[in-house]
């Protein structure tokens, strides 16, 4: 169980409602716009796709306030995951909060277990500079099951922009920047599940969301996503 609990959460690698679009830092956020993502196994096999759509805009002082609803779904199309994550643009820094990460639905799973949790939110930054090193993100949680304690920690850490190059997928060309992160996932529970990656992320200034993804576990690709739609 606590595997899959860390595999479903490492699918989520983000008042007045407006309806037209507001920019901030270049990017174009509007109600009921959204993005596709298409996953693929590590053999290009198309695994399911996540639609994220942005709904709920509103302004906070000078910042662009929102959510995205998010659904994965699997290679038939059936929903498998549904979340919302709430996001904040202040022009230069776009900022998903790190309580996001974690479904209300994965919460339940930990309702009895007196789970206080500690979070460090995911910047990026509306301009990218090759060198650069962005900030660590993260979740950590401690609880209680009877007399046993539990400890659970969900990091992202060494994101460094290495490089910028043109890449091409299904929703267009894009100058991208290439970002490499290490990602560490352990729960303990008596004993510890531990599962580590890396990942390499293309962005581009003026686009939302992650061009394509790429996950790395020892060294070798598991699985990639490419946006494959802007609406």
């Given amino acids: 169980m606590k595997k899959t609990l860390l595999w479903s959460i490492l699918m989520l690698f983000f008042i007045h409602t407006l309806s037209f679009a507001q920019e901030c ?3 174009a956020i509007k109600q009921d716009s959204g993005f596709e993502m298409t996953n ?13 759509k942005i709904v709920n805009v509103s302004q906070e002082g ?12 699997n290679a038939k199309g059936k929903s498998e995951l549904k979340n919302t994550y709430q996001m904040k643009c202040d022009g230069n820094v776009t900022t998903v909060d790190a309580k996001s990460l974690i479904s209300q639905e994965q919460l339940r799973t930990f309702k009895d277990m007196e789970m206080k949790f500690t979070y460090d939110n995911i910047e990026y930054p509306t301009k990218y500079v090759v060198g650069d090193k962005l900030k660590d993100a993260s979740v950590k949680g401690t609880g209680q099951s009877g007399p046993m304690g539990i400890t659970f920690d969900m990091l992202i850490k060494n994101r460094n922009v290495v490089g910028q190059e043109k890449i091409t997928v299904p929703s267009g060309t894009f100058d991208a920047y290439k970002i490499k992160s290490d990602m560490a996932f352990e729960m303990k529970m008596g004993f510890p599940v531990k ?14 969301w992650d061009l394509k993804t790429e996950t790395y576990r020892k060294g070798k690709l598991i699985g990639y996503s490419e946006l494959t739609k802007i609406y």
């Fill in 25 to 27: 830092g270049g990017i």
């Fill in 40 to 52: 693929f196994d590590a053999k290009g096999k198309e695994s399911g796709k996540i639609i994220y």
């Fill in 62 to 73: 000078s910042a662009t306030v929102f959510s995205v609803d998010m659904e994965a779904l």
């Fill in 195 to 208: 599962m580590e990656m890396e990942s390499i992320s293309y962005r581009a200034p003026g686009v939302l």
